[in-house]
């Protein structure tokens, strides 16, 4: 019954990725005034604050992202099931849901919550809350806060994704990621510190190729270094001391010194509480 149950749900996601794979919306938050700011949560079991369930050792694990085309780069949640198959020697199944662009429509879109309540999963990746380009304005972080407290109710760790910097912008990852820490720091989470790991790449090893041409999203070497942030982030195993893959569209040197600089980030800002 448990491997029918299992083979319903991997039909039926498959069917939403068809139906909602296929975003086209992504740019950043556009720099205009939000209409309204963090309105209060009426649900009950969204207003928890719950710890933040400790996954790490459960096996099989099956982690579900909700996030716009930066989850998907270069296959990054087949990328991130590789590493942790590889560095955990545990079952592991990712699923990168359809649906709206950001967190907050994805409360309403008839899609990520009834996905997220028909699965045993062990994680949930929350990529995609708005931001102002700027930095000028505030938009609302209670649909991020929302799926925090769903995901706990459920016994699921929730993982905030804030997205890395554009090209040549040398302050927008620390900001994005220390408005996630805002996030959780009123809803309990764990928080991958892809903009910090970012910065430190590109200020030691510039020439190394992280932004696809558009400048906004990640190249190969760029997807893979924020695999091994969420791979150690999940797995609580050091990314430095996964072994060299053939597998991967990156060149061995270069997969080394992403290692290097996830862990060493990490290290630096631990991502969650516990």
Known sequence: MRLYHWRF?????????????????????????????????????LGANLQVPDNRKLDPQQILLFGNSHSGSHNLPGTLQLLLQQGTGKTVGTLRAGGAA??????????????????????????AQKYSTTGLYNYSTAG????????KARGVTPVLFPE?????????????????????????????????????????????????????H?????????AYILYQVISGQPAEALPDLSALAVPITTQRILRQAASAGIRQYPPCPF
């Open 218 to 226: 990640a190249a190969p070497a760029g997807a893979l270094l924020t």
């Open 9 to 45: 749900i991997w039909l039926i996601s498959v069917f939403l990725l068809a139906c909602g794979g296929q975003q086209t919306n992504t740019t950043p938050a556009v720099s205009t005034p939000p209409l309204a700011n963090n309105p209060p949560v009426q649900d009950p079991v």
């Open 164 to 216: 890395h910097p554009r090209a040549g912008n040398s302050e927008e990852g620390m900001r994005i990621f220390q408005l996630h820490q805002q996030i959780a720091a009123d809803q309990a989470a764990c928080v991958a510190p892809v903009g910090p790991v970012w910065d430190q790449v590109l200020q030691q090893w510039p020439d190394l190729p992280l932004h696809s041409d558009d400048g906004n």
């Open 102 to 127: 950001y967190l907050d429509e994805r409360l309403d879109d008839q899609v990520s919550r009834p996905l997220l309540e028909s699965g045993s999963w062990t994680h949930l990746i929350l990529q």
């Open 144 to 151: 991020a806060k929302s799926w925090i407290a769903l995901a």
